[in-house]
């Protein structure tokens, strides 16, 4: 149950990021400004990025 951290790509520009995965704010990609994941229900909801690898 340690999924804290999530390495994501953004699927517009494909840049990296690594977003908390319980994050109560909206993420943006750093790079093109698309919305990564919006905050549902007290975890991160990906809308824009794919997650890559879960970090603990
Ligand atoms: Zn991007």
Redesign the pocket.
């Known amino acids: 149950m340690a999924k804290n951290f999530l390495k994501v790509t ?6 990296e990021a690594t977003i908390y995965s319980r994050s109560t704010s909206l993420i943006s ?6 919305t ?1 994941s919006i905050p549902s229900g007290g975890k991160a909801n990906l809308i ?1 990025c794919t997650v890559l690898e879960t970090l603990e």
């Open positions: 953004c699927k517009d520009c494909g840049s990609c750093t790079v093109c400004g698309a990564l824009g």
